[in-house]
Structures are given as C-alpha cells and as structure tokens.
C-alpha cells in the first residue's frame, strides 16, 4: 500500500480511508506496530504480548484485515497474520504541507495509550503535528537539527519540542537506520577548569 495523494484515481482515498482507523484508534495502531515489528503472529501471541483479551483481539484483527493493512500469512490453525507496508503521503488542500503516513508513525500513535507525552501531544497539535515532529526526531537523532531549531520552526516552546523528542527517539530507533553519532564524553577534550598543572 505505498501510494502518494497526488495519484489520480480513488485509490489514494481508500488507502487513506484504510488507514485513517489506525490513526483514530491507539490500540488497532499498537497492533500493526506490534505486526510490523514482529513480522508475523498468531492471535494467541497478540493476546499474550499485547495483554488483549480474546474477543478484543479477534476484533482488531479482523477490522484489520478488512481494512487491508494485515493480512493472513498462514492459513492453517492457528492463523498467523503479518502488517502489510503502509506509505501514504498525503497533501493539505492548500498544498503547503505534506505529510507521510508510515508503520513509523501508525507506531508513535499506538504509543500514545502507554506515553502521556505523546498523548498530549497529539491532543495539542493532532496526527499531522505528530507526524511533523517524528521528521524532526528523526532528524535529531541524525544531528541534524536541535530541539530549538524545531520549537522555532514549528511555533513552541523549546521544552515542548524537547519532551516530544525524548518521546519519539525509541520510535525512531525502532524503524530507521541511525548511525550512531557524536563523541562520548571520553572522548571529549575538556578543559574544566579544575585541572592542576604539575609542572
């Protein structure tokens, strides 16, 4: 399901339609999160993971099959199911901002039942503003931006930006390739100030 909304046809708005449940709903994006990371599992195995009880996981699973995001892989008892790959990208009406929908961030959403920080922030400033600060997160966790590059650019406060950050680096390391940078502080040439010369 790898589409872009500025494809004609209506399959761009069923696969935003497909989706747009896992975003409204924490604990279906938590099953595909959960799907994705996996690869592929039994109900049994969700239930016990994901502390689900019986009918609440066939429910899930069988809204996300309908939906198309999972699928069946295994169709012998029991029945395994894998996430299918999600990337939307979908443009605002005015066409100035684009957004992508991505196993990422349907991941960051699920988080939002289990971290307040993603929960308030996605009350303050929706999916979208979500989806915004994981390009960010990402791009921290590559050196590239500060969390004061992104409180000025986005209109919040450092100490906002800061606390979504935090919260977004285990999603980030979870679904990109990060190398790891910068120096450990042993690594550092510091000059405390405290040093006595001996000679």
Same mark, same amino acid.
């Given at each position: 399901?790898?589409? *872009? @909304? ?10 935003? #339609?497909?989706?747009? !449940?896992? #975003?409204?709903?924490?604990?279906? +994006?938590? #099953?595909? /999160?959960?799907? +994705?990371?996996?690869?592929?599992? *039994? ?26 995001? $999972? ?11 894998? /996430?299918?790959?999600?990337? %939307?990208?979908?443009?605002? =009406? +005015?066409? !100035?901002?684009?957004? &992508? $929908?991505?196993? =990422?961030? $349907? ?22 503003? #979500? /989806? &915004? ?15 004061? %590059? ?10 906002? +930006?800061?606390? $979504?950050?935090? =919260?977004?680096? @285990? ?9 790891? @940078?910068?120096? @450990?502080? !042993? ?13």
């Amino acid at each position: 399901m790898s589409r *872009t @909304s500025n494809q004609a046809g209506g399959d761009v708005v069923r696969d935003f #339609l497909l989706v747009a !449940d896992l #975003l409204e709903e924490p604990q279906l +994006a938590q #099953l595909y /999160a959960y799907l +994705a990371h996996e690869g592929e599992a *039994t109900v049994q195995n969700m239930m016990d993971d994901l502390e689900l009880a019986q009918g609440t996981a066939y429910s899930y699973v069988n809204r996300l099959v309908d939906a198309g995001v $999972i699928e069946v892989t295994h169709d012998e008892q029991p029945q395994r199911y894998a /996430a299918c790959e999600i990337d %939307l990208t979908v443009t605002t =009406a +005015a066409g !100035d901002r684009e957004y &992508t $929908i991505t196993p =990422a961030l $349907i991941d960051a959403v699920g988080r939002r039942e289990t971290d307040a920080d993603i929960d308030t922030y996605i009350d303050r400033h929706g999916v979208a503003g #979500l /989806a &915004t600060a994981l390009t960010y997160a990402v791009a921290r966790e590559r050196g590239e931006v500060t969390h004061r %590059l992104m409180a000025e650019d986005l209109d919040i406060s450092p100490l906002a +930006a800061e606390i $979504i950050l935090q =919260a977004l680096r @285990s999603v980030v390391h979870e679904h990109y390739d990060i190398e790891a @940078s910068g120096a @450990s502080l !042993d690594e550092l040439d510091i000059d405390d100030g405290d040093a006595v010369d001996d000679t």
